[in-house]
């Protein structure tokens, strides 16, 4: 038996081994041996650093979605019923091109549908539930997909979200028969997204409900935007046309079937799939629509409304016809014989009627020094609001319809200005967006009182730019939404960022004082002067000071005070008041699920990391600065320092020699939570030149928290040019980083 | 055996030495990130500019011009940059024998804003009298300038010339409520 050690050096060949242990070569071997393991280990160490890392780094990275996957999609939930509402739709590029010809597989019905030239699909009786819809090319190799989760509420309207787990949430009202959807294919990240602002639905009732508004398919024919024509009588003509010029038909009774040419019924279908309506106007198979007279009509953005020889878009008024008659007036209605005296009643208090056309529209403008000459006036009303303390403004019943506010200085000269479209929505809350003038679609649900948006100015566009991120908007009912979260005023009295004040009895007042008097609109909508003393469930003094019924005093700057603590103001978030505490209007976003803390105490729990949630992570860009000028910025930030870390804001410049770094300042403001949640300034960390703004010259703040704590903090961010810049820094830029350091 | 059991001890030696390193290794890493960042990139500030032109501007011919006769020159005024702006003009240099008998009147042609009333040789840059007046983005404004040969010049100055050269500077109405051209 041979020991070990021994004989092992013998091959069956009988070669000859190194020998461990034996002389040189065995050393050379025993290093050989050591240095690889050490360039294993170091690979490996190596390795697990950079997967802590990663681990730590990922949630600071914005990763594209890809939105899709080539992996078949599997539906978790079963919780799928087919039938109405039958679901119609266009597939669009990021570019607003077409996607004709790609095919839509719907899972787990096993249906499918192909877009057509325009894009348009359908599937009938589409049904509720969650599915699938696979888009796949024209050589049936998935190009992306699109969760759907379609619901049945009780609402008035149709809202759709962007939900979790990548869900598309539809929720449509009882009775609809029909949802349209407008899906885009990002063809550079391959996302397949619902557009959730382009959503129309139309129902039992032949009510088509569009973004841009609503119209009675009972009192006239309705294109809808995908193409479908929807008459009175409950049919539905697809925009799918046979080769044969047959073409689809969903009928009152909800089936689909096909009509050959023909008549049916009140309308004509010509053997080249042409459809021509009682009144000669005719729906060709390219989707436009040629009136009776030969021109061919505009098409609505929404839907477009056929009536006799005339259309227009769904949501605004048909246009006057020239070559109709005015109606005669009508007849004087003959007097009423009197009726018999009634008793007495009481006097009641003489309450003039005022037309109240909401929403009322209020903001602040933040670039440059306007306040007190400069005014804004809508060209629309020729109502004007005067820039008051802080950029403020407001508008007293804006209402619906197209308004153009013009920034005007106290010479009448016209310095910027900004299209608005308010329009109706079928949804509920306040979405913006950019219109076909250049400027903002405002789409406010019925119920909107308020809407408050920060304004900036653009010089060389000559343009008032809307933050489209940044705002806030009240409802009739008390609910607010602010930036960074939501509330209601049975939460307390509540200050919008703006400094609009909610009570509790749904009257605002406003930061707007006269003459010690403050402005304010009741809780029946109307504008009026707030007297010394109780207004509301507020005191007001002569001063125009608030004292709200827990104490709490919001003076004529909009300082607020609770009893016993420190002021404070609204600050970039918005507070609720509510017994002497102040607390700013922060909640989670629609969706988002609060992180579990992590019991067992692994290294990702000990690390500090920033958080990806809440940062607006867009870049400070800030265009035609002047002396003098000064422009604001906030970031929001939320940090994890699980015990103590040092936090630090500072910038790096792309070009350090750049000429406009010797006169372009930077101050910092942090803001932070004080004991009592509300927010307030609590340290400056820079003032200077934005050059020497570094690591070394900040202010490092010590943040504390308990593990897994999340703190949030907002940084204020200004930039300006001392008044006494000169001409040799005309036309100059200046590019930088901001970088935010948090260590242990 | 001996130098197997050396070896051993070695190897095991040298095992530890690997594994202390790796430990090593993964803590200078681990302590590496502990420090996070948060950045946002491309941030950028640009600064506007000023700028005022004067085209349009017609020759001034002061051939036959005599005492008390009066010489009418137009040019427009335009304001190149994105802003409201003041503006003022003035002579850049004024030179010859008729600058002491020349009175000059400079006003905007449709409002009649008067923008100088006063001798040519003080319509200078530094005259702190200039009048002042504004213009919006783009705006082009006719401005006429007015020569007025004195009456009562002396026939000795017949037969001298004038020679001018005609500027305008502008700055922006934003910020600053002063007016300040400096």
Redesign the interface.
Known sequence: MALPGQNRNKTPQGGILPTLGNGKAATAIKIAVIVLLILSGLFLAGTIGMQIYLHVSEKNEEKPDPGYTDVPVEIVSPSRETGLPHLAGVVYDETGACVSDFGLLLKPDGRSATTNRNGYFMFDNFGTGECVLTLTDAEEKTVSHVRLRVSAGETAGMSVSDGENGFFNIVLPRGARLAEIVLVLNRSTGALSVDIDRITYLTEDGLLATPNGTAKTTDNTVLTASGNLCFGDGRIFLPVVEPDGSRWVILADDTLVKLESGTHGDVTLEKDGTVTLPGGTKLLPDGSVLLPDGKKAEIGEAGTVIGDNVTWPVGENPPKNPDKPDKPDKPDKPDKPDEPDKPDEPDKPDEPEVEVNLPHFSGRLVVGDFEGSYRLVDKTSGDEALIGSDGYFVFDNLGLGEHTLVLMDSAEKTLAEVNLELISASYKGVRINGNAAGGYRLRCASDIRLTEFVLTLDQVSGKLLVDTERFSYITVDGYVQAPYGHTNSKAGVIVTPCGNILLEDNRILLPVIEKGQRWSISAKDKLELCLAGACGSAEIDETGKITLSDGTEIDVDGKITASGKNPTTQGPTGVIISKGTVVPIISPKPGEIAPTPDPSGDLKAELVEIAEEGIDARPFVAKNMYPGDCVTKYYCMDVTPNGNAVMRFYTQLAEPGAKLGEVLGIRVFLWSAGADGSYSRTAVLYDGLMRDLSADTTLAVTVTGEKNAVIRYFFEIQVYLDKTVGNEYINQSLTTDFRWELSK | MG??Q??SR??AF??FL??V??VC??LT??A???????????????????GIKLEDVDELDIRNWEPGAMLRQRLTVHNVS???VYYKMYFESVAGGLVDVTHVRVLEEQSGFVLYDGSASDFLAGNESLGIG?L??DEQRRVVIEYQFEKDAANDVMGYDLSIVIGAKAV?????PEK?FN
């Open positions: 130098d197997t050396k070896l070695k190897l040298s095992i690997v594994i390193l790796l290794f993964v890493t681990y590496l990130v502990t420090t996070t960042y948060q950045v946002v990139n491309e941030n950028k500030f640009e600064t506007g500019s000023v994105g802003i409201d504004t919006a983005p922006q109405v934003r910020n600053n300040e």
